[in-house]
Nanobody, 125 residues
Framework: QVQLVESGGGLVQAGGSLRLSCAAS????????MGWFRQAPGKEREFVAA????????YYADSVKGRFTISRDNAKNTVYLQMNSLKPEDTAVYYC??????????????????WGQGTQVTVSS
């Protein structure tokens, strides 16, 4: 069982930066791929970024590529999402997720077994 708690959300002006953190409990964090998803009001949850269990492979949505960076520290049981050059369209609740369900890809929410409660990111124009 893995429990996930996100932090680091808030209100920022367009062009600004935020770093989200997702702290995991449980001894098996390093076994799981980790993902970040987001959901804006009235929209479906969408993939943002993912990272393999050992951190060697990273995946990004086209909308955030070059602006966001996902990383993980398995010694700290934490995954991060550094968000730069934020835009108003990045406004959403951001969720982290952990899981290895096959045959789903890292971009597919069905891959992930465990989800955090979400943290709000609001980007003002």
């Amino acid at each position: 069982q893995v429990q996930l708690v996100e932090s680091g959300g808030g209100l920022v002006q367009a062009g600004g930066s935020l770093r989200l953190s997702c702290a995991a409990s449980g001894p098996t964090f390093s076994n799981y791929a980790m993902g970040w998803f987001r959901q804006a009001p009235g929209k479906e949850r969408e993939f943002v970024a993912a990272i393999s269990w050992y951190g060697g492979i990273r995946y990004y949505a086209d909308s955030v590529k070059g602006r966001f960076t996902i990383s993980r520290d398995n010694a700290k049981n934490t995954v991060y999402l550094q968000m730069n050059s934020l835009k108003p369209e990045d406004t959403a609740v951001y969720y982290c997720a952990a899981g290895n369900r096959l045959p789903y890809s890292h971009r597919d929410p069905r891959r992930y077994e465990y989800w955090g409660q979400g943290t709000q990111v609001t980007v003002s124009s």
